[in-house]
T-cell receptor, first 115, second 114 residues
Framework: DTAVSQTPKYLVTQMGNDKSIKCEQN?????MYWYKQDSKKFLKIMFS???????INETVPNRFSPKSPDKAHLNLHINSLELGDSAVYFC??????????????FGPGTRLTVL | GENVEQHPSTLSVQEGDSAVIKCTYS??????FPWYKQELGKGPQLIID???NVGEKKDQRIAVTLNKTAKHFSLHITETQPEDSAVYFC?????????????WGAGTKLIIKP
């Protein structure tokens, strides 16, 4: 049973198109994240939702819009795709506790290639 | 805010030897330090973590040490095996951060030579 799943695994598209990536977790976690990993493997947090509320919103172009319909899902929509958006996008989930951060569980990633 | 530096960026060791990856952090209030392993084509996965109330933690061939005074922590892998080849990330978290955000190091690519 997959704990954190993402679709699609690969996404190849033309510049200027709009695309979405979906994420689902079945761990019962209350918090979900989107990360971008570039070709140098650096992990950059983009967004985080806790109980469907946005809690982390890093400096990301407003072409990127997350949506959390419920605690188990966090989708990422990207408008007007640019070459620089090419990367691997990871979804993750965790519990947030009053003591601080808990283990984050990552999905398998979505490799986005913009031509 | 917190900043985490990780070294080296690439580490190549002979199978059976030990590997050490080091991270330094800037925020003395940080108290949680996890290490994640990312195998090729997969997402990162937690392998070990340490909280600031302990100085060392071991789990079979891996260990993490924490020096709060110097604000650095290290991952030690002994008797390395081919399956240890991966990218390793350190991270730090400050419980006073209302976002409970993990601040990530840049990653270390570990290569185990047969």
């Amino acid at each position: 049973d997959t704990a954190v799943s993402q679709t699609p695994k690969y996404l190849v598209t033309q510049m200027g198109n709009d695309k979405s990536i979906k994420c689902e977790q079945n761990l019962g976690h209350d918090t979900m994240y989107w990360y971008k990993q570039d070709s140098k493997k650096f992990l950059k947090i983009m967004f985080s939702y806790n109980n469907k509320e946005l809690i982390i919103n890093e400096t990301v172009p407003n072409r990127f819009s997350p949506k959390s319909p419920d605690k188990a899902h966090l989708n990422l929509h990207i408008n007007s795709l640019e070459l620089g958006d090419s990367a691997v996008y990871f979804c993750a989930s965790s519990f947030l506790r009053t003591s601080g951060t808990d283990t984050q569980y990552f999905g398998p990633g979505t490799r986005l290639t913009v031509l | 805010g917190e900043n985490v530096e990780q070294h080296p960026s690439t580490l190549s060791v002979q199978e059976g030897d030990s590997a050490v990856i080091k991270c330094t952090y800037s925020d003395s209030a940080s108290n949680y330090f996890p290490w994640y392993k990312q195998e090729l084509g997969k997402g990162p996965q937690l392998i070990i973590d340490i909280r600031s109330n302990v100085g060392e933690k071991k789990d079979q061939r891996i260990a993490v040490t924490l020096n709060k005074t110097a604000k650095h922590f290290s991952l030690h892998i002994t008797e390395t095996q081919p399956e240890d080849s991966a990218v390793y990330f350190c991270a730090a978290s400050n419980p006073m951060d209302s976002n409970y955000q993990l601040i990530w190091g840049a990653g270390t690519k570990l290569i185990i030579k047969p």
